[in-house]
């Protein structure tokens, strides 16, 4: 009895995917479009239970989009940190109500952590990173508590610390999904004109990469599109993006 209790144990506490699980899965859709590779996913059920992750900015309507005719009932999350600009909450309704985006839902922070850790609402002035701690990654960890697996719009072409972005990885022991990994800005735009599809308000104004309002600035000609994230700091990423690969650190 106590030999089949390890058993179970041993069985329990392996990750639902692995690292030979993406290898096969970057195998099997290597060159196979994104479109064809989203319906095949959602259709043979292969990510389990997922959701598509979406900050609802400047590109991200190309990813709903593309989950929108695969299938528009896969949830969508979107973290409301509470400080989002006011034109990407009306952009998120807009998107939502073109798309017939059924499953999408919003997750905010916990109330309680807000009122004693930055009552102020000021954290993010002198430290980002405890700050997007608590209003973007603690509550994406409660949203995608039970997935198996979860769609990210990451481009590889954003910055140089998304390079070489594959279309499947592990992280935490779910599978995270890149389908726009190796797109370039060409693509994109291509996609936006050939689906009429409508654009953040704030992007004419060279707003490139948008999050927290008070942490995003405009870009400027020549630079990196996420340049205007948490401009002065040394911090390029929200921490919601850990990627584990064998031989290599993680990198937040």
């Not at 695969?70 to 509470?82: G, K």
């Not at 929200?238 to 584990?244: A, K, L, M, N, T």
Request: with cysteine; glycine share 8%; hydrophobic share 40%.
């Amino acid at each position: 009895m106590a030999e089949a209790a390890r058993r179970i144990d041993v069985i329990d506490a392996r990750p639902a995917f692995t690292q030979a699980d993406a290898d096969a899965l970057n195998a099997r859709f290597a060159g196979v479009a994104t479109l064809d590779m989203l319906r095949a996913l959602f259709a043979e059920g292969t990510l389990g239970a997922t959701a598509v992750v979406s900050s609802f900015g400047t590109e991200s309507a190309v990813l709903l989009h593309l989950v929108a005719r695969a299938d528009p009932a896969v949830p969508v999350i979107f973290v409301d940190t509470l400080k989002m600009f006011p034109e990407t909450l009306a952009y998120r309704e807009q998107l939502v109500a073109a798309f017939g985006l059924s499953g999408s839902r919003v997750v905010e922070p916990d109330a309680a952590v807000i009122a004693a850790r930055d009552d102020k609402g000021l954290r993010w002035s002198y430290d980002p990173d405890g700050c997007c701690e608590i209003r973007k990654v603690e509550p994406l960890k409660r949203a995608k508590a039970g997935l198996d697996s979860w769609i990210s719009g990451r481009k590889a072409f954003q910055s140089v610390t998304r390079q070489n972005i594959p279309r499947f990885e592990v992280e935490d022991g779910r599978l995270k999904v890149n389908p726009l990994g190796d797109w370039v800005k060409a693509d994109l735009e291509a996609y936006f004109a050939a689906h009429d599809l409508p654009r953040h308000p704030l992007e004419a104004e060279r707003y490139l990469s948008i999050g927290c309002q008070p942490c995003t600035s405009k870009v400027q000609p020549g630079e990196d599109p996420r340049a205007g994230r948490w401009r002065g700091w040394d911090k390029v990423e929200c921490g919601i993006h850990v990627i584990e690969r064998p031989g290599e650190e993680p990198v937040f």
